[in-house]
């Protein structure tokens, strides 16, 4: 089977991209019909190499463009939303962790030794069912306590996507009798750690969003990999992973709709409703809609892969900008595409009401439209200074 990793052009490997994901939206109903988690989607992504796609040159990878990353999570999302997010949470921290070393390099080195070889997936661990969005600052109420031989782990986290199928997850804990807090690389398979299935959103359903159990889970010393300060992160360009993904929901519903318009043809009316005013600048608003966030999207990932420390460092108004553009302007979209479709867009066997649902699930994935609001707020004021 081919690798991505074994392709040479950013084409190439977009192409066999095109071609894995086909069977993806076939399952995606399937798979949010019956709230199974799907398995079978992640393995195709192995087979192809596509988790170890983003580890850096070196640590023995490819270590592609948060262009090219986003294109990817684009295709992944035209088929699949729920596996495009889910996958894109991995892919952006490996990417960012490699290329800033926030972990000492041989840690590093072994996880991206994993990621090559089986395919293994990583995940952040941070909400807590207290403290809400950690992006809000709350302190994890998740403890670790010293032992003799490295940290004892207790607490549960909401929100883990890719629960069942993570082999690894970067826990928050507040650190006992100090006022720090710690990142720990917890491995799937030790004693204490377990999965409480308590998904039950309509919007992602097959994200596999279940609690992380942690109790008294026994890790070593150096599994401490970094120390954080709540609601404070410098800019991250791979969290663009996220509206990425809704923009490749939004084209799913642009060409439904487009598809059905240009098909649909009522007795009422001599040929398809495509030639109708109303209809035609439906599509129209569609189109503009998505040209102006691949546009936002790509030509924000374009300077930052292009930007030094320094510049990327100012990036953060820019980066939730256009999270907040592209993911409501995603929404619309699916909106627009219901209309064009009409009541039929509501029957359960009809892909527009997944994409409705999944699409809003947007909104709820960091940053939050206020916060960046306000920052842009703050910035514009900033320029008066």
């Not at 019956?34 to 640590?59: H, Q, S, V, W």
């Not at 309509?202 to 992380?212: E, I, P, R, Y």
């Not at 936002?296 to 930007?307: Q, R």
Request: charged content about 25%; hydrophobic content about 40%; glycine content about 8%.
């Amino acid at each position: 089977m081919k690798k991505l990793t074994d392709l040479n052009t950013m084409e190439e490997r977009l192409e066999l991209m095109r071609e894995t994901v086909k069977p993806f939206n076939q399952r995606g109903a399937i798979h949010d019909r019956e709230g199974t988690f799907p398995f079978d989607n992640f393995n195709d992504l192995k087979d192809i190499g596509y988790p170890a796609l983003t580890i850096p040159e070196k640590f023995g990878g490819i270590g592609i463009s948060l262009c090219e990353m986003l294109r990817h999570q684009e295709i992944i999302a035209e088929a699949d939303g729920a596996t495009s997010l889910s996958i894109g949470w991995h892919m952006g921290i490996t990417k960012h962790t490699g290329e800033n070393e926030t972990w000492d390099r041989k840690k590093f080195q072994a996880f991206a030794d994993d990621v090559k070889e089986t395919g293994a997936l990583l995940n952040n661990a941070a909400t807590e069912p207290a403290t809400g969005s950690p992006t809000r600052g709350g302190k994890p109420e998740t403890t670790a306590k010293q032992s003799s031989d490295g940290w004892v782990i207790t607490g549960r986290k909401t929100f883990t996507t890719m629960a069942p199928i993570l082999s690894y997850a970067v826990v928050s804990a507040t650190i006992e009798d100090s006022d720090q807090v710690g990142n720990f690389l917890i491995r799937r398979e030790l004693e204490g750690v377990s999965v409480d299935e308590t998904w039950d959103s309509t919007a992602m359903k097959a994200s596999g969003s279940h609690d992380l159990v942690l109790e008294n889970v026994h890790v070593n010393e150096d599994d401490l990999i970094g120390y954080l300060t709540p609601g404070k992160k410098a800019p991250a360009g791979w969290l663009l992973h996220i509206p990425a993904c809704y923009l490749g929901i939004a084209r799913a519903a642009q060409e439904y709709a487009t598809k059905f318009a240009s098909e649909y043809s009522p007795n009422s009316i001599n040929g398809t409703i495509s030639e109708l005013p109303n209809v035609k600048e439906k599509l129209g608003q569609m189109e503009l809609r998505i040209m102006q966030s691949s546009s936002f999207l790509y030509s924000v990932a374009a300077k930052w892969d292009a930007s030094s420390a320094e510049i990327r460092a100012n990036m953060q108004p820019e980066l939730g900008a256009v999270k907040v553009s592209v993911v409501n302007q995603a929404v619309e979209i699916v909106d627009l595409a219901m209309r064009v479709a009409g009541a039929r867009s509501l029957s359960a066997k009809n892909p527009l009401q997944r994409y409705y649902r999944d699409v809003r699930a947007g909104i709820h994935n960091p940053p939050m439209d206020d916060m960046v609001i306000t920052q842009l707020g703050d910035h514009a004021l900033n320029r008066m200074e």
